[in-house]
């Protein structure tokens, strides 16, 4: 039978809203391939009766309990409390732990204010889970057949320790039953058309099809279980075979791809280079071309010419601006040309636009123009236009950019 | 008697954690500054049977009712399935909501699906909200002296409606007792310090105190609730002013005050300008500075200098590089140096680090330097070290720039 699973999370914050919890979903998407069935996600607050209760009533019911949350310094922070009630055990300051925290704050030159000691706790059930990421090492308690993961609430100290100590420890004592699922990014299509489009495969047996927009196209998700990873997978390939013809390129990648990973892997493998020239998005696609491990192999630099002064010292002809305004395909394109002549890439994109609230030389908010140069002289451009808010404008451009810049890269360039 | 409300998160996404519901932390934020309280949040899946349950039991026990998610074209939207049975009613098309959809997809010359006609529908105690956003309007439904809400999932969809449409009317309708927070974010001491530093007004009446560990510093919370805004801030205006005391300069900024934000107010107010010269930061920090509105009034230009052959053709000496190696102080400084005169700006920010996962040239992973010139030939820099991950490194160091360039603006620099 598969084991039962609930995820408490603890935090006044959260309950009210002020911080989102990521991490509840973060856990709830790992649980699957592990076979564990989610059945319960609630929020409590920073107050032991309340946490005590909570944990109580997921005790009852449930084989694993995952809270996250409640593990910092200070005097809010009750959840090695509640666990401590929760079991009826008094928690002890561990030498281990201890040492290990001063050398923390010693290595840092602060002293640590004794409150913090708490976080050197252990109790005879619980074991710690180690959290280099900060102060707050986990627990790992384990009692009358019940286990109670508690994790620290910062997501990157969480997400290691999920990783590197919950999850492969679960994998070993629970994984029967795999959920295996594949996404498939496309992009240029509609919602309700690739839900059209993938219609035909939503009744085969033992699988499950789902599309969903995201802010780089629409992802199609397959999901099979089975009783080995290698069965899930034999159930999920012809699907996943079939929709990458009926969808063909308009498929960029899967899973955890992202478009700039996507691109960094074409432009490793063909040894070519990129460099950006960036008006409105201000640097924020040359940042996101060089997110990936490695990325210096093939980006270059960037400028990033927020003025119509800049773009012309950058290598912009004057005229092309007074003829068609620093806000038009030509300029984007001339942005992109001079990038790779300044940089010697082999590709480069431009970037020109109104994040707004207000137009610009009569430019509509939203309107944002790409130009991307590719070796040989060959150019394009796009316009993006929805006016949604600066920030959203510009993670928009950023991604239609990258978009282009593929197409570019693949040779499937309309130029224009 | 307050207002008792209830979130309703719709979508089996949220439900499995494949999307993050940040729609029920907006609102639940949102609520009490309308005297509303909230005592549920829920997340139900794609089912309409389950939907139509979770509604009723709301409907049971609460005067408001407010759904996100739900509203797109496709079979699995089930919201207004959901709410139509609970009050049982049948939808019907509303000709003025069905030609502003199709004017929609004929403007950006696709097919409408058929399958998008329910986004047209209406009941007849449902008014539609206005989405000018997307395709999905939202619905507002009174009957038997409930209201029951109904917003779509996308958050830049679902913000615009609440601002403009929800809360104006709630708050026309409902505000009795008021709930009013101030938020003074503070950097450079620990959460465990500013907890302590913070703790003598902790017992002050009719106040709440909390404090927040967050990227840009802890922020300390100060609530107080009363019959009018006024009576609420009168509680909290002595409890900030002896805060302001307590931490000085420390305290940064308020509320939805960001960095660059209050960066950019500095440099508006005395005319001065910024660029930067950015490595393992690839352009985010000049994203960051250019985020605000107006931002082209101070933030000139940037220059992304990813490789070393690329700082030096920017004007960064090859001798310094050669004797204090690439990711260094003195590097930083120069690429702050370089910047300021090549954009000949007021200030300029140098950032070269070691993002990871492999050291460079020896340096370890996570290891930023930034370096600030100030007018005069003033310079600063700062030295980050803490390797989580390539993502957080780049994010710790923009804020730690920010943070810096701040010190500067306000004459506050330990030149070094």
């Given at each position: 039978?598969?084991v039962?699973?609930?995820i408490?999370a603890?935090?006044?914050?959260i309950?009210?809203?002020?911080?989102?919890?990521?991490?509840?979903?973060?856990?709830?998407?790992?649980?699957?391939?592990?076979?564990?069935?989610?059945?319960?996600?609630?929020?409590?607050?920073?107050?032991?009766?309340?946490?005590?209760?909570?944990?109580?009533?997921?005790?009852?019911?449930?084989?694993?309990?995952?809270?996250?949350?409640?593990?910092?310094?200070t005097?809010?922070?009750?959840?090695?409390?509640g666990?401590a009630?929760?079991?009826?055990?008094?928690?002890?300051?561990?030498?281990e732990?201890?040492?290990?925290?001063?050398?923390?704050?010693?290595?840092?030159?602060?002293p640590?204010?004794?409150?913090?000691i708490?976080?050197?706790?252990?109790l005879?059930?619980?074991?710690?889970?180690?959290?280099?990421?900060?102060?707050?090492?986990?627990?790992?308690?384990?009692?009358?057949?019940r286990?109670?993961?508690?994790?620290?609430?910062?997501?990157?100290?969480?997400?290691?320790?999920?990783?590197?100590?919950?999850?492969?420890e679960?994998?070993?004592?629970?994984?029967?039953?795999?959920?295996?699922?594949?996404?498939?990014?496309?992009?240029?299509?509609?919602?309700?058309?690739?839900?059209?489009?993938?219609?035909?495969?939503?009744?085969?047996?033992?699988?499950?099809?789902?599309?969903?927009?995201?802010?780089?196209?629409?992802?199609i998700?397959?999901?099979?279980?089975?009783?080995?990873?290698?069965?899930?997978?034999?159930?999920?390939?012809?699907?996943?075979a079939?929709?990458e013809?009926?969808?063909?390129?308009?498929?960029?990648?899967?899973?955890?791809?992202?478009?700039?990973?996507?691109?960094g892997?074409?432009?490793?493998?063909r040894?070519?280079t990129?460099?950006?020239?960036?008006?409105?998005?201000?640097?924020?696609?040359?940042?996101?071309?060089?997110?990936?491990?490695?990325?210096?192999?093939?980006?270059?630099?960037?400028?990033?010419?927020?003025?119509?002064?800049?773009?012309?010292?950058?290598?912009?002809?004057?005229?092309?601006?007074?003829?068609?305004g620093?806000?038009?395909r030509?300029?984007?394109?001339?942005?992109?040309?001079?990038?790779?002549?300044?940089?010697?890439?082999?590709?480069?994109?431009?970037?020109?636009?109104?994040?707004g609230?207000?137009p610009?030389?009569?430019?509509?908010?939203?309107?944002?123009?790409?130009?991307?140069a590719a070796?040989?002289?060959?150019?394009?451009?796009?316009?993006?236009?929805?006016?949604?808010?600066r920030?959203?404008?510009?993670?928009?451009?950023?991604?239609?950019?990258?978009?282009?810049l593929?197409?570019?890269?693949?040779?499937?360039?309309q130029?224009s």
């Amino acid at each position: 039978m598969p084991v039962k699973a609930e995820i408490i999370a603890i935090g006044t914050e959260i309950l009210l809203g002020e911080i989102v919890d990521t991490n509840s979903a973060f856990i709830a998407r790992e649980l699957p391939e592990l076979g564990i069935d989610l059945y319960y996600k609630s929020v409590v607050g920073d107050n032991l009766g309340r946490i005590v209760e909570t944990l109580r009533r997921a005790w009852e019911r449930s084989d694993l309990i995952i809270t996250t949350g409640g593990l910092g310094p200070t005097a809010d922070d009750l959840t090695r409390e509640g666990i401590a009630a929760l079991v009826g055990e008094e928690p002890y300051v561990d030498p281990e732990l201890e040492a290990r925290l001063r050398a923390f704050f010693a290595a840092r030159g602060y002293p640590m204010p004794e409150s913090n000691i708490k976080q050197a706790w252990l109790l005879p059930s619980a074991r710690a889970l180690p959290n280099p990421r900060g102060t707050a090492p986990g627990w790992w308690v384990e009692k009358e057949g019940r286990i109670v993961v508690a994790m620290p609430g910062v997501p990157a100290e969480l997400e290691r320790m999920w990783r590197e100590e919950v999850k492969p420890e679960l994998e070993r004592r629970f994984a029967t039953e795999v959920l295996v699922t594949r996404t498939l990014k496309t992009i240029g299509i509609g919602e309700g058309t690739v839900d059209e489009m993938a219609r035909p495969l939503y009744g085969t047996p033992g699988i499950g099809i789902g599309t969903y927009a995201r802010a780089d196209g629409v992802h199609i998700r397959i999901g099979a279980k089975g009783r080995t990873r290698e069965e899930a997978w034999a159930r999920i390939r012809p699907v996943e075979a079939e929709l990458e013809r009926i969808f063909g390129t308009a498929i960029w990648g899967k899973d955890d791809d992202t478009l700039e990973g996507v691109i960094g892997d074409l432009l490793k493998e063909r040894r070519e280079t990129v460099s950006t020239m960036e008006s409105c998005t201000a640097g924020l696609l040359a940042s996101t071309l060089a997110d990936p491990p490695g990325a210096s192999s093939y980006f270059v630099g960037a400028l990033v010419t927020y003025q119509t002064e800049q773009k012309i010292a950058a290598g912009v002809p004057a005229e092309t601006i007074a003829a068609h305004g620093v806000v038009s395909r030509e300029t984007a394109i001339a942005m992109a040309r001079a990038a790779q002549e300044r940089f010697g890439t082999s590709y480069a994109v431009g970037i020109t636009g109104v994040l707004g609230p207000d137009p610009l030389e009569g430019v509509a908010p939203g309107t944002v123009h790409i130009g991307v140069a590719a070796p040989g002289g060959v150019t394009a451009s796009l316009m993006t236009s929805m006016n949604q808010g600066r920030a959203m404008v510009k993670r928009r451009a950023v991604t239609s950019a990258l978009l282009l810049l593929r197409r570019a890269i693949l040779g499937e360039l309309q130029t224009s």
